[in-house]
């Protein structure tokens, strides 16, 4: 099974600041299949990011995916008061599919 | 609108028998797979298993296999996920997701059915 280890657990920032979300995987993914979803409190999952790079349709292009093989970033260039969320990464091509811990993004 | 809407939240005792469902709205239900995933009080997701509502095959994750039945009956465009005897360590709140393929991840989200076993 592969596992996702997400860091920071927690990110404060002001508005505006840039944050920047890492997913290391324990084995490297075959052709980066790796999705980034955002998660509100009583909110279903959004799909932000998926191929590690390329953004779902409607997604602001502050958010940006990167990243190969075992390591991968999110980046949101400039955070809003609406990004405050749970930010979880996905891989899935390697059964059994698995998701990391998440990172909470907080507005200071 | 295309959505996946669950049932309702449940609160039941050990020992008892649940069936949670998932209705598709607005796409051709038989053209996607629905997956189930948990995610435990303050824990992470967890992948459960994935049906293709067109011929019910379904597949589990190895953690599940045994644990949880997931079906569909495309005539009326839900899928489903049941337990015969819960235990308090199905507390969870449960999503279900649409998947097309295997190269792209799920898509569209359910709004989640919170699921409370205790006695």
């Known amino acids: 099974e592969i596992v996702l280890t997400q860091s920071p657990g927690t990110l404060s920032l002001s508005p505006g600041e840039r944050a920047t979300l890492s997913c290391r995987a324990s084995q490297s993914l075959s052709a980066n299949y790796l999705a980034w979803y955002q998660h509100k409190p009583g909110r279903s999952p959004r799909l932000l990011i998926h191929?590690?790079?390329r953004r779902a349709t409607g997604i602001p292009d502050r958010f940006t995916g990167s990243g190969s093989g075992t390591d991968f970033t999110l980046t949101i260039s400039r955070v809003e008061p609406e990004d405050i969320a749970v930010y979880f990464c996905?891989?899935?091509?390697?059964?059994?599919?698995?998701f990391g811990g998440g990172t909470t993004v907080e507005i200071k | 609108e295309v959505q996946l809407v669950q049932s309702g939240a449940e609160l039941k005792k050990p020992g008892e028998s649940l069936k949670i469902s998932c209705k598709g709205f607005?796409?051709?239900?038989?053209?996607?797979?629905i997956a189930w995933v948990r995610q435990m009080p303050g824990r992470g997701l967890e992948w459960m298993g994935i049906?293709?509502?067109?011929?019910?095959?379904?597949k589990y994750s190895p953690s599940f296999q045994g644990q949880v039945t997931i079906s569909a009956d495309k005539s009326i465009d839900t899928v489903y996920l049941q337990w015969t005897s819960l235990q308090a360590s199905d507390t969870a709140m449960y999503y279900c997701a649409r998947r097309e393929v295997d190269w792209e991840p799920p898509e569209l989200w359910g709004q989640g059915t919170l699921v409370t076993v205790s006695s």
């Open positions: 191929g590690a790079s």
């Open positions: 049906i293709y509502p067109h011929d019910s095959d379904a």
């Open positions: 607005g796409y051709r239900f038989t053209s996607y797979w």
């Open positions: 996905h891989q899935y091509n390697n059964s059994p599919l698995t």
